[in-house]
């Protein structure tokens, strides 16, 4: 299987395995896929420590040996700016 979250690379995974090495440094650390559930079909991405520069649209790309799709997901912050 091969997924791709990406607006640069936020994440990717194949050969079984996360692939950072090509990540966008502003996700490093703050990514992660349920890799328990990927055979299960959930590409589900986690972000942590979401800020406001976060929001936008992030593109999955999944390959797997049954077919290939992609999707758009787009990402929504609200927050409050505190002193
Ligand atoms: C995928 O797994 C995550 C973590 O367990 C869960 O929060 C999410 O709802 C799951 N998504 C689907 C589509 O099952």
Known sequence: DY???QSSIVHSYYDDQDQLGYQDPLYK???A?????IS???AS?????VNL????????????SKNNQE????LTVN?????
Not at 33 to 37: G, V
Not at 45 to 49: I, S
Not at 53 to 64: F, I
Request: proline share 0%; aromatic share 12%; hydrophobic share 30%.
């Open 33 to 37: 896929l349920f890799h328990d559930q």
């Open 53 to 64: 520069q976060d929001q936008g649209k992030y593109l999955c790309y999944v390959s797997t």
């Open 3 to 5: 997924i791709r979250w």
């Open 29 to 31: 650390g703050r990514t």
């Open 71 to 74: 999707t758009f997901v787009t």
């Open 40 to 42: 299960g079909g959930n």
């Open 45 to 49: 991405l986690g972000l942590a420590r």
């Open 79 to 83: 927050g409050e700016l505190k002193s």
